[in-house]
């Protein structure tokens, strides 16, 4: 079999497509909330109870797809759960009321829950702990670029043909991606067209010791799981807005009808990109200009991040709503640089064998935020407006920051690190 130089990089292409299909599969819902709230007549408020089924079923067995990823191993764990939220995600074209609808969330929601523990753990085992951040980063990326790719997608297919065709279609891919994963993976010990050069790059990289099986009690004794988790949960529910509650403010708030929003619905979320891509570069530079540990280089990041969140606040002031897309788009820049750094901080600061474990427990945190503040959403928007709560998301993230910098912080414990290797680099 032909040995491909440069494989890691390839592999995480492959989890990068998983979850950019991921993420157009779940913002389909939100994309089409103004035509589905008149299709299947369905209330602000009911629209919360959809989005929050998925969130809370999410939130809920993130941590055990994270385990039996770990148990099972990420080849058949991650094929198995994308074969079930592509399914999930095509059964929603059945739904014949809002009941229905959160039904069907609720199954996209406890399958997609192994996407990124899967990212997190395809990090871990690929890559040396320098170029980790750059990984997750890229992997990450693929949230905003399904985010971007799916409204002119999806409102092509509902007006094209109708709405469950576009459930439909966006679905089987989530089966496609299913099948391409358990042809093409293997972990690097078993994969054949890996160079001998190339593994004893990625294991130079890593700690060789005996692991212990996984253990979600390990996981959930720690005091750094803790102060991630408490991250996580201030900081997701920016995540959750841009994806299912930008679609219905821009229309019901903003005046924009469905087709003039998917000319600009994919500003945000192209932002979002950028900001992956970016805090993966950030470590790196931190720890080289400034001699910072990798944990604190991390932490830098994600305090820019932090800052950058002024974006969404500032909406209310504004009467143009191109102007107000442009503002999401800062926050959705902000939000994931320090996204994908705190998943970052979990491939630094756990053991491989833990990895998607942590991940899932601290997904289920992010999603528990994200799922309250969802319903505070479908109960204040029609009465105090969404502006008020687009000024909390800012304060959740600076927050969150203090949080992290205080619990992970490396205090007296900055050293000169390696930068991580460009992307576009090959060290093998």
Not at 66 to 84: E, P
């Amino acid at each position: 079999m032909k040995i491909v130089r440069g494989l890691r990089w390839k592999v995480l292409a492959l989890i990068m497509l998983g979850t950019i299909i991921n993420y157009i599969d779940r913002n389909t819902l939100g994309i089409l909330a103004p035509m589905l709230k008149e299709e299947l007549h369905f209330t602000t408020e009911q629209y919360s109870y959809i989005v929050s089924v998925f969130q809370l079923c999410y939130s809920l067995m993130q941590p055990i797809a994270g385990y039996v990823t770990d148990l099972i191993g990420l080849k058949f764990g991650y094929a198995m759960f994308a074969f079930v939220w592509g399914s999930a995600a095509a059964l929603h074209a059945f739904s014949g009321g809002w009941q229905s609808m959160a039904f069907f969330r609720g199954l996209l929601g406890i399958s997609e829950a192994a996407a990124m523990p899967s990212g997190a753990k395809t990090a871990a085992l690929w890559f040396p702990a320098k170029e980790r951040s750059i990984a997750t980063g890229w992997f990450n990326t693929g949230s905003s670029v399904g985010a971007m790719i799916a409204p002119p997608l999806v409102i092509w297919l509902s007006v094209t043909w109708s709405w469950q065709v576009a459930f439909v279609v966006t679905g089987m891919l989530g089966v496609g991606l299913s099948m391409l994963w358990l042809a093409l993976y293997r972990n690097p010990e078993n994969h054949p067209r890996l160079t001998k050069e190339e593994h004893a790059y990625i294991l130079d990289g890593q700690e060789q010791v005996q692991l212990p099986k996984p253990s979600m009690k390990r996981v959930v004794t720690m005091r750094k799981f803790w102060g991630i988790a408490a991250a996580r949960f201030l900081t997701e529910p920016a995540w959750q807005t841009f994806s299912f509650w930008i679609p219905l403010y821009m229309v019901s708030t903003r005046g924009m009808d469905i087709k003039q929003f998917a000319l600009f619905a994919w500003l945000p979320f192209l932002f979002a990109d950028i900001g992956c891509v970016l805090s993966g570069y950030l470590s790196p530079f931190f720890a080289k200009r400034f001699r910072m540990s990798l944990v604190n280089s991390r932490i830098a990041g994600i305090g820019i991040g932090a800052v950058c969140m002024i974006g969404p606040a500032l909406i209310g002031l504004t009467s143009s709503p191109i102007t107000a897309i442009f503002l999401f788009s800062v926050g959705a820049f902000a939000h994931q640089m320090l996204s994908s750094l705190l998943y970052a901080l979990v491939t630094d600061t756990f053991e491989k064998q833990d990895v998607a474990t942590a991940t899932g427990f601290g997904g289920m945190a992010g999603y528990m935020g994200g799922m309250i503040f969802s319903l505070i959403i479908g109960q204040l928007a029609s009465t105090i407006g969404y502006e008020p709560l687009f000024v909390c998301l800012s304060v959740f993230d600076i927050t969150a920051f203090i949080v992290v910098l205080v619990v992970l912080g490396q205090w007296g414990r900055n050293k000169v690190t390696p930068p991580a290797v460009p992307s576009g680099a090959h060290a093998d």
